[in-house]
């Protein structure tokens, strides 16, 4: 079965600073895709970022980027230039490539300091 | 950018009661799915709905849940008798495709709480 683990349960930042988010996670299949989701205090799941497996280039959307380590199961998201907006939980989420429904790890609440 | 609906944004029910959970998909997905949140727990997959059949289903969706397209818009979930571990926030998502990559789109959520 696969699973996804995220090792920090709260994570803090200061505003413009750099925070990097850990995810690791367990498959035996080859063909897989890795998303990091949003969970802002409304609660609504926002995706933030997708991996997918097969390639090598890590994904990156404006001051989101992934490190994808594929050998060693690793996934985790930089935030760059941090901003009190990203304060909210985030969800690292792994889905086998041929269906959509995502198994995610527990999260990490990030908080941002002014 | 369009979005998936959910209602009500809370409800209260007592045990043993049936309840419903109303989702509005976005209009031109074709896949449908309800996720649970116990409250300081991961997000967790109950069910995948697909042309009017449900595609995938997990080991906590029993025979106490069930779920329904009605109409060509609302998508529902019923909890037939509800127990205190129900208590959850449950998510509807929808998405165009269904391959693993797809971007799933997510409701405010539904916190239902069972006394």
């Known amino acids: 079965a696969q699973t996804v683990t995220q090792s920090q349960p709260e994570m803090s930042v200061q505003e413009a600073e750099t925070v990097t988010l850990s995810c690791t996670y367990d498959?035996?299949?080859?063909?897989?895709?890795l998303f990091w989701y949003k969970q802002p205090p409304s609660r609504q799941m926002i995706l933030v970022i997708r991996?997918?497996?097969?390639?090598?280039q890590n994904a990156t959307e404006n001051r989101f980027s992934v490190n994808f380590q594929k050998a060693a199961k690793s996934f985790s998201l930089k935030i760059s230039d941090s901003q009190l907006g990203d304060a909210a939980m985030y969800f690292c989420?792994?889905?086998?490539?041929?269906?959509?429904?995502?198994?995610f790890g527990k999260g990490t609440k990030l908080s941002v300091k002014p | 950018e369009p979005e998936v609906t959910q209602t009500p944004s809370h409800q209260v029910t007592q045990m043993g009661q049936e309840v419903i959970l109303r989702c509005v998909p976005i209009?031109?997905?074709?896949?449908f799915y309800w996720y649970r949140q116990i409250l300081g727990q991961k997000v967790e997959f109950l069910v995948s709905?697909?042309?009017?059949?449900?595609?995938?289903k997990s080991e906590i969706f029993d025979d106490q849940f069930s779920v329904e397209r009605p109409d060509g818009s609302n998508f529902t979930l019923k909890i037939r008798s509800t127990k205190l571990e129900d208590s959850a926030m449950y998510f509807c998502?929808?998405?165009?495709?269904?391959?693993?990559?797809?971007?799933?789109?997510f409701g405010s959520g539904t916190q239902l709480s069972v006394l």
């Open positions: 991996q997918e497996a097969y390639k090598q």
């Open positions: 998502a929808s998405s165009w495709g269904r391959t693993g990559g797809e971007k799933l789109f």
């Open positions: 498959t035996s299949e080859s063909d897989y895709y």
């Open positions: 209009s031109n997905h074709l896949y």
């Open positions: 989420a792994y889905s086998r490539g041929s269906q959509g429904n995502l198994i």
């Open positions: 709905f697909y042309n009017n059949e449900i595609s995938e």
